[in-house]
């Protein structure tokens, strides 16, 4: 039985199984960490119906542990990052392959 896999009551989980009682963030980790899931499997972050790859779970706990301000900037960074990038896409979209030298 679920319930017991999770050392919880059955009404507990059943309420929360039938939308009557929110998943907070503790329980979610605890039902992850019990069924063996992926970290943040239960948030609902999937890429083709698979859950968030362990990388991605990784990148979620060590961002939740910055400060708000922390997280602020490291999100400005990233953006930096993603835009600077686009920027050399672009250019070398643009710029005229040199012809191949005959071997």
Known sequence: MLAQVLDRQTGYVSR??????????????????????????????????????????????????????QQIELLDLLERVRRRNEEIYQHLQRKPQAPAEPG
């Open 16 to 69: 929360c199984l039938n939308g009557e009682k929110p998943i907070g963030e503790v329980f979610a980790r605890h039902v992850e960490q019990s069924l063996h899931l992926p970290r943040y499997w239960l948030d609902g972050e999937r890429s083709e119906g698979r859950p968030v790859s362990t990388r991605h779970a990784a990148l979620l706990e060590r961002f939740d542990a910055l400060t708000p301000n």
